[in-house]
């Protein structure tokens, strides 16, 4: 019994150790691919151009960090309050019927293939941009769409949790005062739950800026900094996918570089989740 | 005097069980009425039917007539106008994860648009009322959490009586206190028996005796005996009722 139990200890320990030396692993490559050359472009030659002209051997991503971060910001607007509002609906409304039909319905949005998002998008969202708003649809709008349906399962799920675990004494007390249901969500469980809703919002981020495929297939992927929500853009992870296949020598190793600004922004932003769940522990 | 709350043939279920049964009393206006009895025998099932709490909890069921100011509660009467004028102090402090003032000024929030200057006075004419002023004047803007269990529970008070009620139903207030909190809190009930009904939950029997007027012994969900806390422990009628006092079970 003991042996056999040291023999488990053993097998998962290495186990937990090659998850983190993964990790490791692809940060070390990434950065020993990725930094040479944006040491030698410098900020102003990588982080802060907007002259993406591989052949003339121009690496400014500055245009692509831009893209992600209206596309993202996109998302959000058009994600957020549906999201929330379907955990709120979800939380404090729905009986258990409805339950039954909505949450199968969200978690099948989570399961669903990204290029699968990419040919609704491609074929539904694109053509109608195209029909009723200017450009060809093949844009910023089309992909914040996209990523908004995308990240709902993620900041659903969340916030849902998070309203669900605000202990009910708030809400006696409230509905004791006199409030109504509606007042009490408004003014006592969703602040009780913010730093949950919070955090649902930044794991969606995080979901939106790393998505590659269904953003590729709908916002055009220009270079040039978009001037409205209807013009295209390219996203930092589009620009790796889409030129990865034939690039070689410095423009490889810039789009590394890409890597690592993505890199670097994504666990910015896991870093701040984990500081806000653990203010959300605070609270109760 | 007029009663503050009359009680007529009232029989409550949770789904097919009878937690209640045909119970009829009249809560005095501007007295300490204090319900005792074994746990499990409907105390707490009472008080949240006063104020509608047991809506809440699916499948309950009520029979029998509750008025409150010639109004049946449960017919005539709005739901939010009733839990304002009829206020609830739980067994376990509840202050809202707020600021002290926030948490006052909940309650007047919720019923109307009202000024700055006029909340500032409700908060601490509210605080004061709850001896709970002095102690909290200088941090009005920190959590509510922060506070002693003893001062969350006087700030649950006071939100209560940031809404004007006129009546009080407390279940077990001081079970999780300490002792100087409990006295603090005994206090304050007999300081406000002056404006509010006041019906209080309480499983220790020297405190029912120190701050009730009236006093009603339940029993597997009915009132065995209801009268003046006096006659009550000095000369019940009720056999029961004198085990009970005497500590002969429960
Ligand atoms: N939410 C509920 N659902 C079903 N039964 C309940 C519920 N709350 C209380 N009861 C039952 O009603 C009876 C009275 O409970 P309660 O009013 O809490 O008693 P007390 O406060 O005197 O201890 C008990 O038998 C209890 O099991
Ligand atoms: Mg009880």
Redesign the interface.
Known sequence: MRSHEKWVQGILFILATTAVLTVLAITFFIFSEGLPIMVDRGVTGFIGSTRWEPLSGSFGILGMIIGTIQITLGAIALGVPVGLACAVYLAEIADRRLEKILRPGIELLAGIPSVVYGFFGLSVVVPFLREHFPGNGFSILAGSIILAIMILPTVVNISENSIRSV?G??R?????????HW?TIL??IL??ARSGIAASVILGMGRAIGETMAVIMVTGNVTKVAGSIFDPARTLTGNIAIEMGYAAGEHREALFATGVILFLIIMVLNFSTTRFSRKAGD?K | MKPAITIKNLNFYYRQVMALKNISIDIPANRVTALIGPSGCGKSTFLRVLNRMNDLIEGTRIEGKILFNDTNIYKDMDLMKLRKKVGMVFQKPNPFPMSVYNNIAYGPRLHRKISDKELDGIVEKSLKSASLWDEVRDRMESSALGLSGGQQQRLCIARCLAVQPEVLLMDEPTSALDPVSTAKIEELVKDLRDKFAIIIVTHNMQQAGRISDYTAFFLNGEIVEYGATREIFHRPVDKRTEDYITGRFG
């Open positions: 202990p004494d708030y006696s007390a409230s509905l004791a005062l006199g409030a109504s007042q003014r006592v602040p009780a609270v």
